[in-house]
């Protein structure tokens, strides 16, 4: 058994042991790149430990560490009950306001996993009171946030900003990218979510009651505060700069301007004015995640330097008609998507053979790194993965999760072919 091959099988065994034992797949895929690199390839173990993705790592976990803050103090979810308070009146509006208000707080940085967990819920909810269905409310709720996770100074953004980097393009290309990406996704997900909602006739709904929200206090005042200076530095210098390109202090502030020491620098104001708790912040940092994207990256980074990823292109290049890339790229993607995690599995698998691929089908990079990005969300609804079981978690009532468990299935079924037809037909 060759090299390369022994690496493919040391992938796909790290995906499925993951699986199987319920263990972090990126300890398994720490393991395998230790043997596989130094027993294999000769490599020393500080060289190994060298294709750690350190920027990423530094970049994840300053943003959801910082975003913990006004999640943990409840400055996010009062922000979505203010929002669905002032839509009362237009009930049939709900499914979109419910998408929209997870979406812009998934893009304010506070991470898919927890906009699930916060807009599940609510999303249910008001559907059973304003009497459309609630799967509706619920994938209104979660489609939003898979949209939101991916803007690109979110956390999900600097995931997939930071694995396009390791491809070797530069900083400028790595940001088009990245945002072509959250804008395939918004495309497909609001035509997704247009489409259902016709299907699910949320048109059929009943005037909302519900009691005003309470007002922001002093500490999630600050917070909110704090958050909006550092979306201001972070993206105001960019959008100045269009507008006066040859001010060189704008120039200069967007050239240094960096979402994750931002989010550090603004941690250390939070902190210093008591308006958080370290322990809780630290706690709440998906540490489980950032694991096994690192494990993943490395392994892929040893696949790399052992020729799996040339080889594999070769492979597709030489038996897959260029037609039918995009095809195979977005169906292998939603297979992993169904149990695994799109940020930690999915993305770190297929990234790394997007440049070779895309010149193969003589398709735009971006495009088939979008492509990626949408299939690792299209059939993340699985009741199997991640994503899917937290909206399962979401829902209180026993026979309604059956039933939302069933309509998960089919859902997996419905995003694997919009993606398919998507991908053929608007994407860009």
Known sequence: MNLITLTILAIAAAVLLGFATKINIGLYAFAFAYFIGCYGLGL?????????????????????FFYSFATEDGTLELISKKVIYRA??????????????SMALAAMGAGLYAILALMVPVGISMAVTAGFHPFLGGLAAAYGASVGSNFRYSAGGVIIGGL????????????????????????????????????????????????????????????????????????????????????G???????????????????????AFKLGDAKKAFASVPWATLITICGVSVLMGVAT???????????????IPAFWIPAVVLLTGCCLSVFGSGYGVVMPTIFPMVPALAAVANINPGKLYAIVVAAAFLTGVSPFSSGGGLIQAGVHDDELRAKFFNWQ???????????????????F
């Open 44 to 64: 020393a173990p500080k060289e190994v430990c060298a294709l750690l993705p350190t920027q990423l790592f530094f970049l994840f976990f300053a943003v959801t």
């Open 88 to 101: 009362r009146k237009a009930p049939f509006l709900l499914p979109f306001v419910i998408y929209l208000i």
């Open 164 to 247: 396009i980097s390791k491809d070797g393009f530069d900083g400028g290309t790595v940001g088009a990218y990245t945002n072509q990406a959250f804008l395939n996704m918004l495309f497909l997900y609001t035509l997704m979510l247009v489409l259902l909602f016709v299907f699910f006739k949320g048109y059929r709904v009943r005037t909302l009651e519900m009691e005003k929200p309470s007002a922001f206090s002093k500490r999630q005042k600050a917070n909110l505060l704090i958050l909006l200076c550092v979306i201001a530095v972070v993206i105001g210098p960019a959008l100045l700069v269009k507008i006066a390109p040859n001010a």
């Open 249 to 271: 202090f704008l120039v200069s502030m967007n050239r240094f301007a960096d979402i994750g020491f931002a989010a550090v620098i603004a941690s250390l104001f939070v902190l």
């Open 305 to 319: 330097k052992a020729g799996v990823i040339d080889a594999l292109t070769t492979w597709v290049g030489n038996h």
């Open 409 to 427: 299935l089919i859902m997996v079924g419905v995003g694997v072919t919009a993606g398919i037809i998507y991908s053929y037909t608007i994407a």
